[in-house]
């Protein structure tokens, strides 16, 4: 127990050093918001380049991007059913028959079919996920600030 309780110490040292509870809270949102947007393969990049803008710690944004990669499989096909309808479009939502479906028929219907998706899901990540990130921050940051002394806290 006791090695266990070292290793956490460790560790929490090392993604708490010199960052204060809103920029943790900056980091793991941020890092939420670019695993769960719709388009595979931009989350390392966009995490790099807002993390060097902000002056964030990369290794803790590129770490939770990572371990929350399977949340945005998770949620990609709701964000897809939620930008259909709001497009009023619920009759070309994402299922195995449709996608079956649309495997059978010619390769420009295939690429029309997935592009009407992703867009759908680009809407509904929109539309969801970025109000969404609001009282996220606010809970994280709260949540983070019982953990910090207080000379780490925000400066509100």
């Known amino acids: 127990m006791k090695l266990v309780s070292i290793i956490k110490g460790h560790f929490s040292n090392a993604l708490h050093k010199g960052l204060t509870s809103c920029e943790l809270a900056t980091s793991l949102t941020i890092a939420l918001l670019s695993t769960t947007f ?6 390392t990049i966009v995490v790099t380049a807002i993390g060097v803008r902000k002056k964030l710690n990369i290794p803790l944004l590129i770490l939770i991007t990572y ?3 399977p949340l945005r499989f998770l949620v990609f ?3 897809t059913d939620f930008g259909s309808y709001i497009f009023n479009n619920s009759d070309n939502t994402l299922t195995l028959e449709m996608v079956k479906q649309v495997f059978s028929m010619d390769w420009m219907s295939i ?3 997935f592009f009407s998706q992703l ?3 680009i809407v509904g990540w929109v539309l969801l996920v970025i109000p969404l990130s609001i009282p996220f921050f606010y809970f994280v940051k709260n949540l983070i600030g019982f953990s ?3 000379t780490k806290q925000c400066l509100d």
């Open 77 to 79: 096909v709701p964000l």
């Open 67 to 69: 371990s929350l990669e």
């Open 38 to 43: 719709p388009v595979f393969g931009l989350t």
């Open 119 to 121: 867009i759908y899901a």
């Open 148 to 150: 910090l002394p207080k």
């Open 111 to 113: 690429v029309s079919f």
